[in-house]
């Protein structure tokens, strides 16, 4: 049996229905006997612990995974409010999943480890392509936790991960492991066997003023630049406005305005979102981030978006090595929707104008993603943590 | 005299000074570069700042473009949520498809966390009618705390609308207390009949600030609401005063139909009555009638000329009396559906010509002139044309009988769209309004000097009128005393070429 792919969807108000409607549709659209994964992306406005126990009763009991999202990317539009469910049965894929929960801010490492582990442990001795994993987005250094993945999986295994969010209030984020819903934890997803993978991810935000030397950091904070207190930076840039900012409303901005890190010979910048200022003045990033660095204060429109999101599946497509992708799943950053706003779609379209209009196209919004990137000094990619990025997975 | 070692000095000396003026000339010349150079680094590091200044306002214009934006989106989203929302509700008449309806649209569209509904039962008590983001408890609770704040209440009735960026603070606070929510916006639901609601929208944290946009869109879903609620009610008013209506309709229209049937059975049994009694009588008449005529004859003996002159009033009377019951048996007969038209194909222009025949007579006794106008257009039709004669035959007779002489008679004939029209028209003496309305009841005889002297039965024009209604048409009459009458009549032809076929 090749893979075969169902994706349902509803907006319906009550939970249950929203639920009962998109596994339904997901299962009908997919056709096949036996269901051996299936994703739900939902919105804030539904309380997992309701739409769980149907979605598991409709889909069989089957692996489920998912997470809460900003806004879901349909084939035809983008959706702040909705259930969208993927499923997916293939005899040619093999598939392992696991999941950390409560993850101990002191031993981020350690956690990743632990699920790197997991997931192996469920996917059993088959090659592996390429591996997902879904990180709650309020726990403020994911590098830690991608170095633990990476200690277990491997340097420069592939792998694409996304930060899970909620509708920008940046508290009410949830992750969903079978019949459990998580928070403050990951899930990790590998797969195998014969399949064709394509993975591309562009930002398209561009830096803007004067360079800026990182002068202290340590970890995923930056304490200082150019000797400066960091937040200055974004005082000095927000003007005035900003100093009495709430964090949730300087979080908003930043994600608008994220920092850039140049790396040599790099296409684009690394960006890295604010997540958090502490009292000292130090910038919490979503990534570590080295002393010595040149930081840029960075700037996107919806042009350089649309362009980032062509190139992206430009990129996958090339991976592709000419076969025809059965899915095409995007991690973008809910900066990306924000800066957007009503024409967020066009990126979709741009994807599409890549792949053609017959390949299903679906998606979530994160707060941090994690793809491969290469740089000039490496010979293959390393999975990187980026904010404000768009990543365009095709799965074949 | 020198020495070769002061030579040397010397030359050591010399070649020293040379060199520090090489080198004195080269530090000089350096001592510039590095100036230029400082001057051109200076330069860059200004113009690296201007850059960054000049960054530093696109980033605040940018800021500005985003907000300005998203307000903007904002905006459209609204008034796109609100226009679909007005559209869903204006077309339903229910009240509680109004709220459900309400429920579905609100906040998918309007884009707001919380949402709530309260409006006032008959017991002056507010009810949830929308509760989206609360729950039912939260709700009771809402309805509950805010009633009690009477000051609130009163300034919100009197059509005042609140919300986090516009409220004293006496008055944000208690909102907040009450539905604990930091941006709101909470306003009336006005009707004819003034508040009988509320109506609140709001959003838990400061991501989401409540604008000025936000306050107008509420306050103009909130009029929405209360504009389809009074259409609803007054629908709700129409629909059951129609229902009371149908229903007096619908028992009179009973009460009739027992009337009529009662009518009907009362005619029946006197045309049933007449019918008997006519045929009772025309038996002995016939014998009354013969004996005379045997008498007249003289074939029983010689008969003095009083008793033939009573013998042939006897005959006179007797054949009037046949006419008259010939006449009552006919409109019993057409009654009770017992007769029926002998229809052909006739051409009505030859009844009209037949009739002046038979009666110019009578018009050149009393010098009346005799117009006939029959459209062309007339065609052929279905009738029973010795029935519709005898119709002409009255009305041309009743129009001889009160047309003084020297008048005129004129009878018209118009096909006009599948009816043919006939009208006789006289200058005669005319008659009242009251008349006309009791002109074909049977027997009825206008009051008036020429029936007083010439006698008649009050049949005649009863029996026209039911002859013309046995062919599907109508009767009536218009008349002005003193200028004259004119009676007119219908023949539709329709059916009569759907009976041919």
Known sequence: MPTQIGIGFSEALNPEQAAQEAAFQSKTNLNADRIDLAIALCTVHYQPEQ?????????????LIGCSTAGIIMPYAIKNQGIAVITLSSDDMKIGIGSVNNINALNTREEGVALAIDCLNDFGKHGRQISLFLIDSLIENNSLFLKGLQEVWGDIFPIVGAGTCDDFHFQNTFQIFNDQTLHHSAIGIILGGHMQIGIGARHGWKPLGKPRTITKAEGNLIKEIEGKKASNLYYEYFGEEAKNMTMSKLGTLAILYPLGIYIEGNEEFLLRNAVNILDDGSIVCQGDVSAGSQVHLMIGNKASCKQAAYDAALEAQKNLLGKLPNIIIVIESMARLKLLGRTAFEEVSAIREVFGPNIPVIGLYSNGEICPMKTAEETFKRPLIQNGTIVVLALG | MLNIPTYILFFAGFV????????????????????????????????????????????????????????????????????????????????????RRLDQSLMAELGFEKNLILVYDDNNQLNCRVHIGFSQEDTKYIAM????????????????????????????????????????????????????????????????????????????????????????????????????????????????????????????????????????????????????????????????????????????????????????????????????????????????????????????????????????????????????????????GNATKFTPSGGKITVKVEFDNSVIKAEVTDTGIGMKEEDMAKLFSEFYRVDNQINQTVKGTGLGLALAKKIVEAHQGKMGVTSKVNVGTTFYFSLPIKQYFEKEK
């Open chain 2, 145 to 396: 705390n805010l009633q009690k704040e009477d000051d609130l209440v009163s300034a919100i009735k009197e059509g005042n609308t609140f919300s986090s960026i516009n409220s004293p603070l006496s008055r944000r606070e208690i909102i907040v207390r009450i539905f604990s929510v930091e941006n709101f916006v909470l306003t009336p639901i006005l009707t004819q009949h003034g508040c009988i609601g509320y109506v609140f929208v709001g959003n838990r944290s400061n991501a989401e600030p409540i604008t000025e946009g936000d306050e107008e869109l509420i306050s103009i879903l909130a009029n929405q609401v209360g504009q389809s609620l009074d259409n609803a009610h007054l629908f709700s008013e129409v629909f059951r005063s129609r229902q009371e209506l149908e229903s007096k309709v619908k028992d009179r229209t009973k009460e009739l139909e027992g009337a009529l049937a009662e009518v009907k059975n009362i005619s029946k049994t006197k045309s049933e009555f007449i019918s008997a009694v006519s045929h009772e009588l025309r038996t002995p008449l016939t014998s009354i009638k013969g004996y005379a005529s045997i008498l007249m004859t003289g074939k029983l003996g010689e008969v003095p000329e009083a008793v033939k002159d009573r013998l042939g009033k006897i005959n006179i009377h007797s054949d009037n009396l046949v006419k008259l019951i010939n006449d009552l048996l006919d409109i019993s007969r057409i009654e009770s559906g017992k007769v029926e038209m002998n229809f052909g194909r006739s051409n009505i222009g030859n009844i009209v010509e037949n009739v002046h025949d038979l009666l110019t007579p009578q018009l050149r006794d009393k010098n009346i002139q005799w117009e006939a106008i029959i459209d062309p257009k007339t065609p052929e039709t279905l009738l029973d044309s010795s029935q519709i004669e005898r119709v002409f035959i009255n009305l041309v």
């Open chain 2, 16 to 99: 020293f000074f040379i060199f520090l003026g090489i080198i004195a000339f080269l530090f000089i010349g350096k001592n510039d570069e590095l100036n230029q150079s400082r001057e051109t680094v200076e330069k860059m590091k200004k113009s690296f700042q201007a850059l960054d200044d000049q960054a530093k306002l696109i980033v605040q214009t940018d800021l500005e473009l985003n907000k300005a934006q998203e307000a903007l989106d904002k905006r459209f989203a609204g008034l796109d949520a609100l226009q679909k929302t007005s559209r869903l509700i204006s077309t339903s008449l229910e009240e509680n498809e109004i709220f």
């Open chain 1, 51 to 63: 739409t769980i126990p149907i979605l598991q009763k409709i889909l069989n009991n089957s692996n």
